[in-house]
């Protein structure tokens, strides 16, 4: 459930308790005791409405962080096509030149200048390629840690989406 897990429980234990003990709180009354009745009611009146109100603002600060959340996904999945799509570039060309695993370099140049330069070439090459494949990895890691906590997040929107359906509902019994 999260962090905020106990707040949750904690409303919910005192929205249980209430709901049980609904009776001793009736709004219209007779003479002095119904004034207090009245009273206890008009608190608890107000004490749904400030619990209500914390339960908006977590709402609306949950389904900004899904928003978020949403965007950083969006931006990491085109990362990855991206990646992928040099990658794989990299590899056609590497393929098509003949120098897939350097036999082209070693025995086909004429001279040892074009080996040297050829041999650079494939260490630059490989270099550029072993990091593509690391910022591959860490996209797609970061993908997956952001994916978890949308996840997360979208569990506690619903747990706070039913708590406010339930303090709506005592609104209507309260009023």
């Known amino acids: 459930m999260g962090p905020a897990g106990g707040k949750y429980k904690a409303r919910s234990e005192k929205r249980n308790y209430l709901s049980n003990h609904r009776q001793d709180y009736p709004v219209d009354g007779g003479g002095e005791e119904g004034g ?66 350097g036999v082209g370099v070693v025995f086909g140049p004429s001279s040892p200048t074009e080996l040297m330069t050829g041999r650079e070439f494939l260490e630059r090459a490989a270099e550029n390629e072993i990091s593509l494949l690391d910022r591959l990895a860490s996209v797609k890691n970061g993908l997956e840690a952001t994916q978890g906590r949308l996840r997360e997040d979208q ?19 309260l009023f």
Do not use: C, M, P, W
């Open 36 to 101: 207090v009745e009245r009273d206890e009611a008009s608190a608890r009146l107000d004490e749904v409405v400030g619990d209500y109100d914390l339960v908006y603002h977590e709402l609306s600060d949950v389904t900004y962080r899904i928003g978020l959340f949403e965007e950083r996904v969006t931006s990491y999945q085109a990362d990855i096509s991206e990646l992928q799509a040099l990658i794989q570039e990299q590899a056609i060309a590497a393929f098509k030149s003949g120098n897939v695993n």
């Open 155 to 173: 569990a506690t929107l619903q747990d706070l989406e039913r708590e406010q359906a339930e303090y709506v509902a005592e609104f209507e019994v």
